[in-house]
């Protein structure tokens, strides 16, 4: 998923600010190379995590459903 998609999801969902916060460690981290656009938006759909949660916590989450989803 390219940069600007990832933008463009994090504002849709009302989390432009946590978009900015987790720009460089999403970058840096890689976690969306390999993801697509839906399975971000199914991501937000079904977790609704603070805005102020710690980017560490956010990629934990985030990691626990894309395997949850891939082993149903």
Same mark, same amino acid.
């Given at each position: 998923? $390219? *940069?600007?998609?990832?933008?463009?999801?994090?504002?849709?969902?009302? !989390?432009?600010?946590? %978009? $900015?916060?987790?720009? $460089? #460690?999403?970058?840096?981290?890689? !976690?969306?190379?390999?993801?697509? *656009?839906?399975? !971000?938006?199914?991501?937000?759909?079904?977790? *609704? !995590?603070? #805005?102020?949660?710690?980017?560490?916590?956010?990629?934990?989450?985030?990691?626990? %459903? $894309?395997?949850?989803?891939?082993?149903?």
């Amino acid at each position: 998923m $390219t *940069e600007q998609q990832i933008k463009e999801v994090f504002e849709s969902y009302g !989390l432009s600010k946590m %978009y $900015t916060r987790f720009q $460089t #460690p999403l970058y840096v981290t890689g !976690l969306f190379d390999e993801v697509e *656009e839906d399975q !971000l938006e199914d991501f937000f759909d079904h977790f *609704e !995590l603070s #805005p102020d949660v710690f980017f560490d916590e956010f990629r934990f989450w985030f990691q626990y %459903y $894309t395997v949850a989803q891939r082993h149903m």
